[in-house]
């Protein structure tokens, strides 16, 4: 400990110490009046005037001070004198010198949260996985008590190969997520063509678009460049094409928009379908959330596509965004910086692009967004007549 100095005073050095230290520091005299107090102490909302705010803080400097021992806790702290603002910090409060107690405060809030994110993270996977884990239990044992009618193992065999390819689908994005969270960038990122990107996401999508007449249009600029991980990215834009084909209905259209704006490149996805209300658009990139649970279950949706999206968007220093209202469709933008403001329409070994202008398309009612028409910076389509 640092050595004491005259009674009330800070030993030499001390305050120089404290000014360095993460923590929010305050010292105290013997009756409990501020001797010395950090910026981070008054930012902490800790100290008001020359008082210490918070009675457990006081409490705490009070049985150490009459111990001489060190005294510890996690405390739930008021972030001020109104409204429902708590944060979570630990306080370590200590005998300084002959005279002084020291305070220190880290605020650990976010650490807890991120403690709570994971604790629901483990409870919704295991929940999720309960699902088809106890569907392929009951198939199974549905199978052998059919076992002398065919048609009846068919039929359940059937059942077994989706419950199965869902939970593959389903550990696989965990998987996914998991490694997304953990990265904390890209390793040895490359020049990707979007277009391809484009091309590959949405390929995988047209035999279930055709199957129910949704018709998948790519339009917008070409020759676009980023960089990153071209599987990364290809993973985003697909979970965003099968978002839009999930939900959307039968015989209408899904436009997949590429736009250039102020050095960055939009993949605009846009449909026809239910929209997402206001009140669901906060939460609609959390792991596991769906508008509709039943829906997306027997769409076979996961809950985890979004989150992925979210987080590819943000290791290639980009965003995605959404515009939606309900009954008139949604679109959700993946903005990423684009590598070159001058990227040429060529390929990656210098070859014309393939696709140089937006498809033909049929005429379609004036409410619905085609891949001809605009779309502005936050994703949303402009208005009719908006361009020249």
């Known amino acids: 400990m640092v050595g004491p100095g005259r009674r009330g005073a800070l030993p030499a050095g001390a305050a120089e110490v404290l000014?360095?230290?993460?923590?929010?520091?305050?010292?105290?005299?013997?009756r409990g009046a501020l001797v010395k107090?950090?910026?981070?102490?008054?930012?902490?909302?800790?100290?008001?005037?020359?008082?210490?705010?918070h009675v457990e803080l006081r409490e705490m400097a009070a049985e150490a001070r009459a111990l001489g021992l060190v005294r510890e806790r996690d405390l739930e702290l008021p972030r001020g004198p109104l409204g429902p603002g708590r944060f979570i910090v630990n306080a370590r409060v200590a005998p300084l010198g002959e005279d002084l107690t020291l305070v220190l405060v880290e605020d650990r809030t976010e650490a807890h949260r991120v403690d709570e994110i994971r604790r629901d993270f483990v409870?919704?996977?295991?929940?999720?996985?309960?699902?088809?884990?106890?569907?392929?239990?009951?198939?199974a044992e549905a199978v052998h008590d059919a076992s002398d009618d065919?048609?009846?193992?068919?039929h359940f065999a059937q059942r077994m190969q989706r419950e199965s390819l869902r939970l593959s689908t389903l550990v696989q994005e965990i998987i996914n997520l998991s490694r997304l969270q953990a990265a904390d960038g890209l390793h040895e990122p490359q020049p990707v063509?979007?277009?391809?990107?484009v091309a590959d996401a949405v390929d995988r999508h047209r035999l279930p678009a055709g199957a129910r007449a949704i018709d998948l249009v790519i339009g917008g600029e070409t020759g676009t460049?980023?960089?990153?991980?071209?599987?990364?990215?290809?993973?985003?834009?697909?979970?965003?094409?099968?978002?839009?084909?999930?939900?959307?209905?039968?015989?209408?259209?899904?436009?997949?928009?590429?736009?250039?704006?102020?050095?960055?490149?939009?993949?605009?996805?846009?449909?026809?379908?239910?929209?997402?209300?206001?009140?669901?658009?906060?939460?609609?990139?959390?792991r596991f959330y769906r508008v509709d649970p039943a829906r997306s279950r027997a769409t076979g949706g996961t809950g985890l596509g979004l989150s992925?999206?979210?987080?590819?968007?943000?290791?290639?220093?980009?965003?995605?965004?959404?515009?939606?209202?309900p009954g008139q469709?949604?679109?959700?933008?993946?903005?990423?910086?684009?590598?070159?403001?001058?990227?040429?329409?060529?390929?990656?070994?210098?070859?014309?692009?393939?696709?140089?202008?937006?498809?033909?398309?049929?005429?379609?009612?004036?409410?619905?967004?085609?891949?001809d028409d605009a779309v502005d910076a936050a994703g949303r389509p402009e208005p009719r007549g908006a361009r020249a």
Do not use: C, M
């Open 329 to 371: 469709g949604s679109t959700f933008t993946l903005r990423l910086p684009e590598s070159s403001p001058h990227a040429g329409g060529t390929d990656a070994g210098g070859r014309p692009q393939a696709r140089d202008t937006v498809p033909d398309v049929p005429d379609l009612p004036p409410d619905v967004l085609t891949s």
């Open 193 to 197: 063509h979007v277009d391809e990107v």
């Open 150 to 154: 065919p048609d009846a193992v068919r």
């Open 123 to 139: 409870g919704n996977v295991s929940h999720e996985l309960k699902t088809p884990i106890g569907a392929l239990h009951l198939l």
């Open 225 to 286: 460049v980023v960089y990153g991980d071209h599987d990364l990215l290809v993973t985003a834009v697909r979970n965003l094409v099968d978002n839009a084909v999930a939900y959307s209905p039968n015989g209408t259209r899904v436009s997949i928009v590429v736009r250039r704006n102020d050095g960055l490149v939009e993949i605009a996805v846009t449909d026809q379908g239910i929209g997402i209300g206001a009140g669901d658009q906060d939460r609609i990139f959390e």
């Open 308 to 325: 992925i999206v979210k987080h590819v968007a943000a290791n290639h220093g980009g965003e995605v965004t959404l515009w939606s209202v």
């Open 37 to 53: 107090t950090s910026p981070a102490a008054y930012a902490f909302g800790l100290v008001r005037g020359r008082d210490l705010v």
């Open 19 to 30: 000014n360095v230290l993460r923590s929010a520091s305050v010292v105290l005299d013997g």
